[in-house]
């Protein structure tokens, strides 16, 4: 029984019945009938006071989230651009290193 709910403190997430029932590998129903103990306990242990719920969150955590995600998209972007502009100053150089040759050989006059 300990092992479930340390289970589901790693997961942030508040363990069931149901959870519980399953992970036994028994149904819900045959759960709560064969161990009802175990169902109040696991329900009370976990049920929150109309003290302790929690609130919705403000306006401002809702934009710091929000900003937070931005600016971490933001910095792949700027990541992926820069990539993106190497990888064509390369294929520019490789371009001009590849006619100049090729001009050469022809006799071929470029207009700028």
């Known amino acids: 029984m300990e092992e479930m709910p ?3 403190h790693d997961s942030n997430r508040r363990p069931s019945v149901l959870a519980f029932a ?3 590998g028994i149904s819900n129903t ?3 009938r064969r161990y009802p103990g175990l169902v109040q306990e696991i329900t009370a242990r976990w049920t929150v006071s109309s003290d302790e719920q929690v609130h919705e ?3 401002l955590d809702t934009l710091t989230v929000r900003n937070a995600k931005l600016r971490r998209r933001n910095r792949e972007f700027t990541a992926a ?3 993106a502009t190497a990888r064509i100053q390369y294929v520019t150089l490789e371009n001009v290193r590849f006619r100049e040759p090729l ?3 022809q006799t071929v006059i470029r207009r700028r």
Do not use: C, D, G
Request: charged content about 20%.
């Open 103 to 105: 001009e050469a050989q």
């Open 57 to 59: 969150p403000s306006t």
């Open 30 to 32: 045959t759960f709560r």
């Open 22 to 24: 399953r992970s036994l």
């Open 6 to 8: 340390a289970a589901r």
């Open 81 to 83: 651009l820069a990539i």
